[in-house]
């Protein structure tokens, strides 16, 4: 009798000859580099389950997954290479999808500088818990590079440059810089008119340095600071509505698997 496969086995059949191999599976359709090192991770703004469908059609059923679907931790492994060893231990190589919560920590470092305004009286405990919780939700999402830096870089250096020099391009503040050191290289002269221009040009560019030395000792020193920083998480939920990777795809995590364990 003639046996027909169905298309998901024959689709499981090619993974399982190429993970014999030992090569790694094309990254998931869409899909964005995130990281590499000591594993290659992509990520995706697919739903969890969308992913784990999909490498379920190339590479089989996951080898283990989260069982409770409301669980904040969702997870699916699936294998795509064992390479026995000299010693009696398998190599295991496999592709791992997960989505959980506080995957970064992206509001962390915003979070310790609201507390030194907690510290110094400049901030409520109370109000403090209510940004705290209403932004934890950024902690779900990553934030990758495109090339240019990723977006939570960018928007966190923007914000720095501004506590550290009241600017929020650092080009002004360099161009200041610059027109004091011009100023200071002009060539002496005993013209007095010419010699008070220089005193007023050098006057003004003072000012403006001192301004921005004022902006930043406001922003820490009063509950402007708080405003501040409540701005910049508002800027990172708009880039992660507007780019929302919350599923991580590490596509060659590698265990040893020793004789007598299974998976």
Not at 36 to 52: A, N
Not at 133 to 149: C, K, Q, V
């Amino acid at each position: 009798m003639k046996r027909t496969l169905l298309p998901s086995v024959v689709a499981f059949l090619i993974a399982l000859s190429s993970a014999g191999a030992g090569e790694m599976p094309a990254p998931y359709p869409g899909s964005v580099l995130y990281s590499t090192g000591y594993t290659t991770i992509y990520c995706s703004k697919d739903s969890f389950e969308d992913v784990v469908a999909y490498f379920t059609r190339t590479l089989g059923p996951p080898s283990h997954r989260s069982t409770d679907k409301d669980s904040a931790y969702q997870f699916a492994s699936f294998v795509y290479s064992r390479e026995p060893r000299d010693d009696g231990s398998t190599t295991v190589r496999s592709v791992e999808v997960t989505q959980y919560r506080n995957v970064a920590k992206n509001t962390e470092p915003t979070m310790r500088n609201l507390w030194s305004y907690v510290q110094n009286g400049l901030l409520t405990r109370e109000r403090y818990e209510e940004i705290q919780s209403r932004y934890e939700h950024l902690n779900d999402y990553l934030f990758p590079d495109h090339g240019d830096g990723s977006a939570i870089g960018r928007i966190l250096a923007k914000y720095e440059t501004y506590m550290t020099t009241g600017f929020w391009d650092p080009a002004e503040r360099q161009a200041l810089t610059d027109e004091l050191d011009r100023i200071a290289g002009l060539p002496s002269t005993r013209d007095q008119a010419e010699r008070e221009r220089r005193r007023a040009e050098r006057a003004k560019v003072n000012a403006q340095v001192n301004e921005a030395m004022q902006r930043v000792i406001g922003t820490l020193t009063t509950s402007e600071g708080v405003d501040f920083w409540i701005a910049y998480l508002r800027e990172l939920e708009e880039e992660a509505q507007r780019e929302p990777y919350r599923v991580k795809i590490e596509m060659d995590t590698t265990v040893i698997e020793l004789p007598g364990d299974k998976g």
